[in-house]
């Protein structure tokens, strides 16, 4: 029983785009090893090309709050100019504020079937992943979709 044909070139690609990117935060760490945000910046792009995803940020914790460090990729560029960091509360009404809290990323597929959020409207999918130093959650990487697209 063999593998179809075309899962396998899905993997290939998928494999490729994966390599990619790492290579292209890496060329950016060794680059600029002291410009955090032009390392950032490239560790968001990347991740947003990778996730297929309209929008992207990084959030960083700070106290009760995360707040954004990198300018936003994507959309948010048009929706928010001139950019001016936002500050968002810990809390699990929020995707971030539970990637935080637990620990572990968090994905919803369709955020108006997820009723703990507290905005449940525009971007559809979201997906928050924890940016962990010794074990401690530091920030959060957050990608959108404007659909439904898992």
């Known amino acids: 029983m063999g593998t179809d044909p075309s899962v396998l070139k899905e993997q290939?690609?998928?494999?490729l785009e994966q390599q990619k990117a790492t290579s292209e935060i890496l060329?950016?760490?060794?680059?600029?090893?002291?410009?955090l945000e032009k390392t950032l910046q490239t560790i968001l792009e990347q991740g947003a090309a990778l996730c297929r995803a309209d929008t992207g940020r990084i959030m960083l914790v700070e106290g009760s709050t995360l707040r954004e460090r990198v300018r936003p990729t994507g959309?948010?560029?048009q929706v928010v100019p001139p950019w001016q960091p936002q500050a968002i509360r810990i809390t699990r009404g929020t995707l971030i504020g539970r990637a935080v809290l637990e620990g572990r990323t968090h994905h919803a597929p369709d955020v108006r079937l997820d009723h703990?959020?507290?905005?449940?409207?525009?971007?559809f999918t979201r997906l928050a992943v924890p940016i962990k130093v010794a074990g401690a959650v530091?920030?959060?990487l957050n990608f959108h979709r404007a659909e439904v697209a898992p």
Do not use: Q
């Open 12 to 15: 290939l690609r998928a494999a």
């Open 27 to 35: 060329a950016a760490i060794s680059r600029a090893p002291f410009e």
């Open 75 to 77: 959309t948010y560029r």
């Open 116 to 123: 703990e959020l507290s905005s449940r409207d525009h971007p």
């Open 138 to 140: 530091v920030g959060v």
